[in-house]
């Protein structure tokens, strides 16, 4: 399996201007494909897709039409165009009629280049690669900003790619999947269903999980990911206020000072996506983790993404496009199959509103807690690893296991909680976010009725320091636990009462 790893380049002025004109050949090899086959449609020919024709095209050019870029730099280009033209035809064959062929130019179009038409130097602990460039040009060596993740033999292709006036290098590199000593391994016959959710990016549930008696279930709390968004998104709108009055009208040019503005927005939109990345990966870090430990080889996993179109009011409708689950789902599948882990993906119709021990529908339950109001069972436990339980039970059984009535044994499992996003500010204590400042009041609650705008503080929704409220260091005593201890200490976890 392949892995990518984005590594910045340190590079000089001469360069830097190297290195974007091989983006701006890009985009002219990609243009002039476009032309070409703008000139075979006007003159009713079948246009150029194929990689092989458009290669014959680019050599009947010649070497040296397109500045700097090297022949298989320019190959590169013509094999995404081919393939986003293929990949287009095969779906308008299958009916999607609004998918469109590449037709729209770009100024710098990425270059890849595989292995063996570069040079990576790792031994001097300056890390530098030598990029091809067109024959008869001098030789273009970088430096990497930082070593490269894994050994440079294992390189399969490097990419050069910019984001704004940043150079980076995407090097993917062919990494093996994790091998276990014998008797230790993912086990294919061990299933836990993965419950995704926006308080939970992450509920696992294993019935009869490790030791093959009690349940195990796993709880990765977002909620320094919800706070994350939150906090950004607050720290927009008070920046926009702020400068509201300053702004230049459209059309009009900006001044220097509302050009630096403009920079720091866009630095802190990088910063907030970077910050929610690196916490989707932790998250599905732990679930992996979890199940390794557990000698769990087949993860059900319930796609909810049939919900997302559905209109559900302006704040959900922003906390579910926040949620980004497709992006979850990836992460999880990446990391299960690098540790050897299988992932089925389920109908989870449903899956939270059933009962896990008398497999009867419930109505929709309110809060965290699933309670089963049906005779005999009486059955409650949290509500995401309910719909974890029965999203295990829908997997495609194993050969060789009975299925035994309920899904779980109804005695409180073994529940570990982990946190999404431990590097956030505002996650813990000792690093307070400064954004926190900016929170206003929720919209539809009047001062009156909320606790804090009551005793005089503006500071919504909580106080995290005790110091900042004087005498208030009573009620606060639950904040400083809670940092420590798992979010959902004191909730009933699946427990039959
Ligand atoms: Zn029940």
Known sequence: MHRTARVELRVTGGQRQRLFGLLRSGGDVWAAVLELNGWRRRRGDRPLAGYQELCRELAAAGEGTFGELSSV?????????????????????????????????????????????????????RPRVRLPVARGRPPLWVRLARPLPYPAERVRSVRLVHQGRWLFLDVTVEVPVATYPPGAGPDPARIAGVDLGIIHPFAVLASRGADGKRDAGLLVSGRALRAEHRLHL?????????????????????????????????????????????????????????????????????????????????????????????????????????????????????????CPVCTRRVAKPRGRVFRCPHPGCGFTGHRDLVGAANIAARAPAPVGTASGGSLVTGSPPVTT?????????????????????????????????????????????????????????????????????????????????
């Open 73 to 125: 730099g320019a190959r590169s280009v013509l094999r995404g165009y081919s393939d986003a033209w293929i990949s287009a035809a095969r779906r308008r064959r299958a009916g999607e009629a609004s998918v469109r062929f590449p037709r729209r130019r770009r100024g710098l179009v990425p270059v890849r280049f595989y292995a063996g038409t570069f040079t990576i130097e790792t031994d001097s602990g």
């Open 234 to 354: 607050a720290e927009g709108k008070a920046r926009a206020r702020a400068t509201a009055a300053r702004a230049p009208r459209p059309g009009q040019r900006g001044s220097r000072r509302w050009r630096r503005y403009r920079a720091r927005g866009r630095r802190l939109e990088g910063r907030h996506r970077r910050r929610l990345t690196q916490a989707r990966h932790e998250a599905a870090t732990e679930v992996v983790r979890w199940a390794v430990a557990r000698r769990i080889g087949t993860l059900a996993v319930g796609d909810p993404r049939g919900l997302l179109a559905r209109d559900a009011g302006r704040r959900q409708n922003k906390a579910v496009r926040d949620w980004a689950v497709g992006d979850l789902l990836h992460k999880l599948a990446d990391k299960a199959e690098a540790a050897g882990i299988a992932v089925h993906p389920v109908d989870e119709r449903g899956t939270s509103s059933t």
């Open 417 to 497: 909680h982990r946190r999404a996003g431990r590097h956030l500010p505002g996650a813990g204590r000792s690093r307070r976010d400064p954004r926190r400042g900016l929170l206003s009041r929720p919209p539809g609650r009047s001062t009156s009725t909320h606790p804090v705008a009551r005793g005089g503080g503006s500071t919504w929704p909580a106080v995290a320091r005790p110091e900042n409220q004087p005498g208030s260091g009573k009620s606060l005593a639950g904040t400083r636990r809670e940092d420590q201890a798992p979010p959902h200490r004191g909730k009933p976890c699946l427990t039959r009462h």
